[in-house]
T-cell receptor, first 114, second 113 residues
């Protein structure tokens, strides 16, 4: 089954404690993205990757890091989380840059930073 | 001002109603227009897309783009309780921004039996 898998689904942690949210896709997609979803603000792109070792900033990259060492994996790293990073996070992938290609989303990771 | 504005609703309609969901935008460079549907506790999924101005129909769903007014719409005919979800519009300007989607805030729709 084609899917994007994120882990963990829920996490409550404290300010400053480094955390990683993993994302894996099994569709051999080149393009992967991370979004955060906040009430009233919709989905905002954090980082994206067009292929292995190719990553770039989205609209709200501050406080986040990513890496793309393998095509299937695209982890999101919060080196020193802060309460304003409390949000619902989605990883997504699609075949390539074409925006009309279906973008497959994971089921989300709800992060609470205390 | 946000680049893409979408009325968050919530919108509640009876089963069988025609639903109209709308987005306005300020960036005249947008040329790809998408509608995503997001069920509760799930990620969004692509519903439809249109390129430039015009209409596109897919079953009970019709997407319309009016670039002169910077206004897009999604119509749902004969709405069903299973259509209850959040609907997000998304846009892409192409060019150097090709592939980068800008989303609206989403409209929460409930269709009650």
């Amino acid at each position: 089954e084609a899917q994007v898998t994120q882990n963990p689904r829920y996490l409550i942690t404290v300010t400053g404690k480094k955390l990683t949210v993993t994302c894996s896709q099994n569709m051999n997609h080149e393009y992967m993205s991370w979004y955060r979803q906040d009430p009233g603000l919709g989905l905002r792109q954090i980082y994206y990757s067009m292929n292995v070792e190719v990553t770039d900033k989205g609209d709200v990259p501050e406080g986040y890091k990513v890496s793309r060492k393998e095509k299937r994996n695209f982890p999101l790293i919060l080196e020193s989380p802060s309460p304003n990073q409390t949000s619902l996070y989605f990883c997504a992938s699609r075949w390539d840059r074409d925006p009309t290609q279906p973008q497959h989303f994971g089921d989300g990771t709800r992060l609470s930073i205390l | 001002q946000k680049e893409v504005e979408q009325d968050p609703g919530p919108l509640s309609v009876p089963e069988g109603a025609i639903v109209s969901l709308n987005c306005t935008y300020s960036n005249s460079a947008f040329q790809y227009f998408m509608w995503y549907r997001q069920y509760s506790r799930k990620g969004p999924e692509l519903l439809m897309y249109t390129y430039s101005s015009g209409n596109k129909e897919d079953g009970r769903f019709t997407a319309q783009v009016d670039k002169s007014s910077k206004y897009i719409s999604l119509f749902i005919r004969d709405s069903q309780p299973s259509d209850s979800a959040t609907y997000l519009c998304a846009m892409d300007a192409g060019g150097t921004s090709y592939g980068k989607l800008t989303f609206g805030q989403g409209t929460i729709l409930t269709v009650h039996p």
